[in-house]
């Protein structure tokens, strides 16, 4: 940890001494031609920790980001930092902590240790051509890890559905938002298969007296006509067959 209290080691609190960390930097705001890099060399990982501290600050912009840092252990996600250029910002997800930065300074870092991504995207007519697609290639030894794929892979569609609690003004909202999660997830797992549904939480609306906490299901249709007993709101089918595929240079 640096000696200096206005300073902040950004990934300190990440442990590049064993394990199978992937470092991702995926750029957020060239749509046309994004730059995308990664990093999975832990020698040049452990380096990285020391050259990444920057002047802490106490205020953030509302103006997005430009870079969007996530780090993998093996398929753990353990972490994101977020850059903005704009306001010349970072920030630590992990805990909160807001650093001073430039933007040259960042792309000579990013381009000092890290490998760039090439990337390929794909349309397809259908859910069929899509998978046949992916499925002759998703063991491409140059395919990234961790890639971040759309549910139609694995799903036919979506729909919402919702579970209201009580509350009062000592409730304590995230202890009671994963009481939802888990209410929601035994109701459904009573009807179908484990690994059948994919279920995230989309908003919490709350008054006085009540929370309703309101999801979104992935799964298939046949699925989807089983639920009977649950709250539920119409089912959306996927209509738009998209895959951004991530490969190393």
């Known amino acids: 940890m640096s000696n200096d209290l206005n300073q902040a080691h950004v990934f300190e609190s990440f442990n590049f001494d064993s394990g199978e960390y992937i470092l991702y ?64 910002s970072l920030i630590v997800d992990k805990d909160h902590t807001i650093c ?37 290639r998703k063991d491409d030894v140059q395919l990234l890890p961790n890639q971040t794929l759309p549910d139609w892979l694995n799903f036919e569609g979506n729909c919402e559905l919702s579970i209201e609690l009580g509350s009062s003004n000592n409730t304590d909202f ?39 906490y309101l999801f979104l299901l992935s799964t298939s249709k046949s699925n989807y006509n089983k639920l009977e007993d649950v709250k539920k709101d119409t089912w959306n089918e996927y209509s738009k067959f998209k895959l951004d595929l991530l490969y190393k240079e």
């Open 25 to 88: 930097a995926f750029d957020q705001r060239s749509y046309g031609n994004p730059q995308h890099f990664f990093l999975n060399d832990l020698n040049k990982l452990k380096e990285l920790a020391k050259k990444w501290v920057f002047d802490k600050k106490d205020s953030l912009g509302r103006c997005g980001y430009d870079y969007d840092l996530a780090v993998f252990n093996g398929k753990k996600y353990e972490g994101g930092i977020s850059i903005c250029f704009n306001c010349n």
């Open 100 to 136: 001073s930065i430039s933007e040259s300074a960042i792309l000579r870092l990013l381009q000092e240790d890290f490998t760039p991504i090439r990337t390929e995207q794909h349309d397809f007519l259908t859910r069929e051509e899509g998978i046949k697609f992916w499925n002759a």
């Open 174 to 212: 995230i202890a009671q938002t994963e009481e939802a999660k888990q209410q929601m997830n035994k109701k459904i797992g009573e009807t179908l298969e484990s690994g059948s549904f994919e279920l995230r939480l989309r908003m919490r609306r709350s008054s006085s007296t009540y929370s309703n």
